[in-house]
């Protein structure tokens, strides 16, 4: 199957720092990729979804001002949490899917710790 | 909207037991279904999809799934469960008649003893 990347797959700052996580498709044209966090325990959460070149889709509750989308080319999207605080702490996972095929694939997750 | 509902958060099996974990759905028409198994600190990994056609599917790792329209559900199988296979799954189900975003359950948890 395809290939996603994400990166890092763990990450430690400091609250009131930003911190960036990308989301790379490594063989395939990603037009749409979606942002999950998972709290421990818990079922992946859909932020928000992102289309090449055009401003993403947040879902309701969560800030889009605090949880920056970028998806600038078709292989690349990053997520970055502005001001992080302790309760940002979580799982973050991308998914990627191209224009001809129903089917998302996964990245390996972020683990974000903030202290 | 779509849903979906795992009804056991855990379950426990010995190696070499059968397994049968539990998926229900709800929505209007035939959704895409799936299941993904993901390891401690890991991603998801697809394990098998139902689109249409056969509604017996099998997937990797020995694990099949039955669609069942009547009972709106989507149940994982093996036949013979493997430490290995200790993971929390997921079941989700997506909209063929929208964008594709999947909406997952909340998770099954598989415990696997010697």
């Known amino acids: 199957g395809a290939v996603v990347s994400q990166h890092p797959s763990r990450v430690i700052c400091k609250s009131g720092t930003s911190v960036k996580i990308e989301c790379r498709s490594l063989?395939?044209?990603?037009?749409?990729m979606f942002w999950y966090r998972q709290f421990p325990k818990q079922s992946l959460m859909l932020m928000a979804t992102?289309?090449?070149?055009?401003?993403?889709?947040?879902e309701q509750g969560v800030e889009k001002d605090k949880f920056l989308i970028n998806h600038a080319s078709l292989t690349l999207s990053t997520l970055t949490v502005t001001s992080a605080h302790p309760e940002d702490s979580s799982f973050y996972i991308c998914?990627?899917?191209?224009?001809?095929?129903?089917?998302?694939?996964f990245g390996q997750g972020t683990r974000l710790t903030v202290v | 909207a779509q849903s979906v509902t795992q009804p056991d958060i855990h379950i426990t099996v010995s190696e070499g037991a059968s397994l049968e974990l539990r998926c229900n759905y709800s929505?209007?028409?035939?959704?895409?279904l799936f299941w993904y198994v993901q390891s401690p600190g890991q991603g998801l990994q697809l394990l098998l999809k139902?689109?249409?056609?056969?509604?017996l599917v099998q997937g990797i790792k020995g694990f099949e799934a039955e669609f069942k329209r009547s009972q709106s559900s989507f149940n994982l199988r093996k036949p013979s469960v493997h430490w290995s296979d200790a993971a929390e799954y997921f079941c989700?189900?997506?909209?063929?008649?929208?964008?594709?975003?999947?909406?997952f359950g909340r998770g099954t948890s598989l415990i696997v003893h010697p």
């Open positions: 998914s990627a899917r191209d224009t001809n095929d129903s089917e998302a694939f």
């Open positions: 063989d395939f044209q990603a037009t749409t």
């Open positions: 992102s289309n090449e070149g055009s401003k993403a889709t947040y």
């Open positions: 929505y209007g028409a035939t959704p895409y």
């Open positions: 139902y689109f249409s056609g056969d509604t």
């Open positions: 989700a189900v997506g909209d063929p008649g929208g964008s594709y975003i999947p909406t």
